[in-house]
T-cell receptor, first 116, second 113 residues
């Protein structure tokens, strides 16, 4: 596709439920990032992939958060035993160049997760 | 923590130039200034970036002071569709890719009809 696609667009989960959020980056993009954006705040970095390798997961808030990109294209962010503080928009971004995205990252529209 | 300081909000009349300031007094020599914007319910959108020279593209102009401690994003003829949160970010261009962008809270620019 022409852009970064994320699904679902909206997700309501009961507290304690597991969720999986999907990101389809632009074809051929090597770098893939996940961000979390709480209401009224700027996006915050969660994790980074270069192809299938997860090179940085320092932003993941707890061990309930897990991300994978097994074939170096589609990525999934999984949140286990969701809690209310996990409610946020989860954004995915990709770029072609692995280290020097001089032309910027392309973001998806995000998945809005609401935990009730 | 964000390395930049921006006003929380600004208004601008439609058709006028919108000038968005950003302070980055601790910027280092190999760090670029990036600007992104986020329209409601969308992901951030790349606008422009620069190192020390002024830059212009089809979306905006970026003016960086000579000491590089501040910059201004200029939207030359603002339209209602430019209403968004604008983020100023400093980052090394070749940061290994592993360091994500640090967004801060940005400036909420409201274009008035």
């Amino acid at each position: 596709g022409a852009g970064v696609s994320q699904s679902p667009r909206y997700k309501v989960a009961k507290r304690g439920q597991d969720v999986a959020l999907r990101c389809d980056p632009i074809s051929g993009h090597v770098s893939l990032f996940w961000y979390q954006q709480a209401l009224g705040q700027g996006p915050e970095f969660l994790t980074y992939f270069q192809n299938e390798a997860q090179l940085d997961k320092s932003g993941l808030p707890s061990d309930r958060f897990f991300a994978e990109r097994p074939e170096g294209s589609v990525s999934t962010l999984k949140i286990q035993r969701t809690q209310q503080e996990d409610s946020a928009v989860y954004l995915c971004a990709s770029s072609f160049h692995p280290q020097d995205p001089l032309y910027g990252y392309t973001f998806g529209s995000g998945t809005r997760l609401t935990v009730v | 923590d964000a390395k930049t300081t921006q006003p929380p909000s600004m208004d601008c009349a439609e058709g006028r130039a919108a000038n968005l300031p950003c302070n980055h007094s601790t910027i280092s020599g190999n760090e670029y200034v990036y600007w992104y914007r986020q329209i409601h319910s969308q992901g951030p959108q790349y606008i422009i970036h620069g190192l020390k020279n002024n830059e212009t593209n089809e979306m905006a102009s970026l003016i960086i002071t000579e000491d590089r401690k501040s910059s201004t994003l200029i939207l030359p003829h603002a339209t209602l569709r430019d209403t968004a949160v604008y983020y100023c970010i400093v980052r090394e261009s070749a940061g290994g890719g592993a360091d994500g962008l640090t967004f801060g809270k940005g400036t909420h620019l409201i274009i008035q009809p």
